[in-house]
């Protein structure tokens, strides 16, 4: 089956330090990937969506010059926090439909676990 | 935004028994999925229904769809201790042509061995 890959697994930064997520399409092309964001115990809360060759999409709320979200081929995008503080340690998801099913299934990442100090 | 809601929270049952968590959700949808989450893990998906569908069903799971409530529930049948996990609803909304999907809060679910 597909398969989406993200890196690092697990970051602990100290505040104020900015840290880059990779999110990759293994086995398949996808012009739009999201970004969400799960703390402790709660939902996965979208935050961004990612298109290949032009700007993100924000949620509501969501700063984009915070979040900053490059979707630099058809397989990788990625999101930086930019200066990280301990509010925004999280658990950090992205899924990709592929390009020519977005309405199917999506695929998940296996997450990215931040920790700001 | 955040548009499903999921009753129960939680829910602890013994093994064998069945497992029902219902979803409702606010805007039109193109289709409704379900995802499950280990503790601290990824999700795994589950069983997706689309709009024109009323019911599913994979192995152990059964899907129902009722777009006029805009609810949808999942069953899973002879529960095992290996179905503890947190289960979600997703819906991919019609107004979006990108695929994203909306969240529900979740239902957790213990199953006693």
């Known amino acids: 089956g597909a398969v989406v890959s993200q890196h690092p697994s697990w970051v602990i930064c100290k505040s104020g330090t900015s840290v880059k997520i990779e999110c990759r399409s293994l086995d398949f092309q996808a012009t739009t990937m999201f970004w969400y964001r799960q703390f402790p115990k709660q939902s996965l809360m979208l935050m961004a969506t990612?298109?290949?060759?032009?700007?993100?999409?924000?949620e509501q709320g969501v700063e984009k010059d915070k979040f900053l979200i490059n979707h630099a081929s058809l397989t990788l995008s990625t999101l930086t926090v930019t200066s990280a503080h301990p509010e925004d340690s999280s658990f950090y998801i992205c899924s990709a439909p592929p390009t020519s099913r977005r309405w199917e299934t999506q695929y998940f990442g296996p997450g990215t676990r931040l920790l700001v100090l | 935004s955040q548009q499903g809601e999921e009753d129960p929270q939680a829910l602890s049952i013994q093994e064998g028994e069945n497992a029902t968590m219902n979803c409702s959700y606010k805007t039109s949808i193109n289709n409704l999925q379900w995802y499950r989450q280990n503790s601290g893990r990824g999700l795994v998906h589950l069983i997706l229904i689309r709009s024109n569908e009323r019911e599913k069903h994979s192995g152990r799971l059964r899907v129902t769809l009722d777009t006029s409530k805009k609810s949808s529930s999942l069953l899973i049948t002879a529960s095992r201790a290996a179905d503890t996990a947190s289960y979600f609803c997703a819906t991919a909304p019609l107004s979006s042509n990108t695929g994203k999907l909306i969240f529900g809060q979740g239902t957790t679910l213990q199953v006693k061995p």
């Open positions: 990612s298109n290949e060759g032009s700007k993100a999409t924000y």
